[in-house]
């Protein structure tokens, strides 16, 4: 006997003795008060809803609307085989009653009916199905019992349920006088109490499996927000998909930045290291508080970036293979650099590379036992050697004695080693910025490649780079091939045109395993339907959606998403200058307090 048993018993039939256990009495509520439409189980009210009328075609997944309600439902589903010859003998009595009033009706003149056909044909299908053993028939039962606080609350929850299923020809009704047998029934107990059944053989009963519940969460990874289906938490390991990659599109001011370094905070709790390419200087205030560095780049910063570094070779690599992958990405830089490239400056490009690097005796075979490497300006020199070069070594001189002096000529003075680092390149001219990004992409690949850890490389206005052949194509092989290395790759972009316009948009987006999209412009949004494949609802929430909401995409399943922060969090990662004047001004009078 269950507790609800013994307490039903105990209070309907005063007289009996029921044994009731400490445990059942620690458990039990206070009191249960059954009425004809509800059960009141001592503060909190129930009522348990049956599917009586089933349509003729019942869609997949017609039970997801119910499942993913924002409220608390307990669902019991019955199946109870029936006898198959019991059920061959009525449905060959209702066909032969069927055919009976068909010849009737032909005898009498009238048309044919349709409606008489088509059960006909139903029932001669099913007694075939059933007779071959391919099918079988059963008594379905599903109930639902809904909780609240008042009969007002219980009635807008059955009204939901209602609209949602009889938009699919579904119709339920409330077990009125028999809410004892409905509660029960729907506890996890196995006791069809309410015994409510629809006929139905296998293939329709089988429309309400899968459940399709609008669920990210899993044992492992980090919060990434509440799911605005259902309030559940998103929380999930990107480390857990085919690709660490992911993607973000959003127009200004609507909450990518925020979301991103939330994801950056809580990932730096789990170990991972992070790397940020910072177009402006939006990181600075998230990495200091954690301890990280804040590379400056520019032409009058003091931190250099030499291109000529070269990677070491890994366990499983040959340094042969890693010089001339390390060739190609520094062909992709001086193409940014140099603006158009002929062919045959192509090829005088490529054999300046070789060498130069023959200059500090770096060749294929040989990496000098890791000693001093070329800078820009041995390169220019040897381009400036080369016949047909000239116009080339022109060009590159701005970068080694002219304007932009300084910026590449230099050795590396840039350390990777701390579990956070931001290279800010706000200071930078537009002209540069590409070759920036490119520069700071290429040296943290090279380092990623050396020693394999879980690490996140984010690139901000990832769209600077796509402006370019070059860069596009580089940044696509480091999406293509970070998962190796144990490395995800997030591309934010806030300027979508423009990064679908490159060739290499596309590609990045279905090497993204995770893919964020939140508030858009109109100009942008269609790009963005034809691209994820949206519906017009999703690209209307995408237009009007709130700051910090939007659809976040895993895998294969897709949710609509609110990111959540905690008041600590939020002072950490805030972009709002309101708050960070606010946060400063808190800074210097505690100073001055301290001070005192």
Do not use: C
Not at 24 to 45: C, F, R, T, Y
Not at 100 to 110: L, P, S, T, V
Not at 336 to 349: A, I
Not at 504 to 516: E, R
Request: proline residues 4%.
């Amino acid at each position: 006997m269950s507790i609800l048993d013994t307490i039903f018993k105990k209070k309907t039939d005063a007289l009996a003795e029921a044994p009731v256990s400490v445990l059942d009495d620690q458990l039990a509520p206070s009191a249960i008060s059954i009425n004809s439409n509800s059960v009141q189980i001592g503060e909190k009210m129930a009522r348990t809803l049956f599917v009586s009328t089933l349509p003729r075609y019942l869609n997949t997944n017609w039970f997801s609307p119910v499942i993913n309600l924002d409220r608390i439902i307990d669902v019991a589903i019955y199946f109870h085989p029936a006898d198959s010859g019991a059920v061959l003998k009525k449905l060959r009595d209702k066909l032969a009653r069927l055919q009976a009033q068909a010849i009737e009706e032909a005898n009498q003149g009238k048309v044919r009916n349709p409606i008489l056909d088509t059960a006909i044909g139903d029932i001669e299908s099913l007694r075939d199905q059933i007779q071959q053993g391919t099918d079988r028939f059963f008594e379905f039962g599903v109930y639902i019992t809904v909780y609240g606080q008042s009969e007002k609350e219980l009635e807008e929850v059955e009204q939901k349920i209602r609209q949602a299923l009889e938009a699919q020809l579904i119709y339920v009704k409330p077990a009125t006088f028999r809410m004892k047998e409905g509660l029960l029934s729907t506890l996890p107990l196995d006791n069809d109490l309410l015994d409510a059944h629809n006929s139905l053989n296998t293939e329709p009963i089988s429309s309400i499996f899968p459940f399709v519940s609008y669920d990210l969460t899993s044992d492992n990874g980090i919060l990434y927000g509440i799911n605005t289906h259902n309030n559940s938490l998103v929380l999930f390991d990107r480390f857990s998909l085919e690709n660490y990659n992911s993607v973000v599109f959003a127009k200004s001011g609507a909450g990518k930045s925020y979301t991103i370094k939330l994801e950056i905070l809580r990932s730096l709790m789990m170990g991972t290291e992070i790397f940020v390419i910072d177009p402006e200087d939006e990181y600075r205030h998230l990495s200091d508080t954690v301890g990280g560095s804040t590379v400056k780049i520019s032409i009058s910063s003091d931190s250099h970036l030499n291109p000529f570094d070269i990677p070491e070779a890994g366990e499983s690599e040959n340094f042969k293979d890693i010089f001339r992958a390390h060739t190609l990405d520094l062909t992709g830089l001086f193409k940014l650099m140099l603006g158009e490239v002929t062919p045959e400056e192509g090829s005088l490009l490529d054999e300046a590379l070789i060498q130069t690097y023959a200059l500090k005796d770096i060749t294929s075979e040989n990496n000098n036992g890791g000693g001093e490497v070329p800078l820009l300006s041995d390169f220019q020199n040897i381009l400036e050697g080369l016949a047909g070069a000239e116009s080339m070594a022109i060009r590159i001189r701005k970068y080694t004695e002219g304007t932009f002096a300084g910026f590449l000529n230099r050795p590396t003075n840039v350390s990777l080693n701390n579990k956070m680092v931001v290279f800010s390149i706000r200071d930078m001219e537009d002209e540069l910025r590409p070759i920036a990004m490119y520069l700071i992409l290429n040296y943290i690949w090279t380092k990623v490649r050396t020693n394999i850890k879980k690490r996140i490389l984010v690139v901000d206005e990832a769209w600077w780079l796509l402006k370019y052949e070059a860069g596009g194509a580089f940044l696509f092989n480091v999406a293509k091939r970070a998962r190796k290395y144990f490395l995800g790759l997030t591309t934010i972009s806030q300027d979508v045109p423009d990064f679908f316009a490159s060739p290499y948009g596309k590609p990045i987006v279905t090497n993204s395993s995770i893919q964020m999209l939140m508030k858009q412009s109109t100009a942008s949004i269609d790009t963005i339907q034809q691209t994820f494949n949206l519906t017009d609802a999703e690209k209307f929430f995408l237009l009007e959606s709130a700051v910090g909401h939007g659809l976040f995409f895993a895998g294969m399943n897709h949710v609509g998403i609110r990111v959540v922060a905690s008041y600590t969090e939020d002072q950490i990662i805030t972009s709002d200058p309101r708050q960070l004047l606010e946060i400063e001004k808190a800074k210097k009078d505690f100073a001055s307090e301290q001070n005192r």
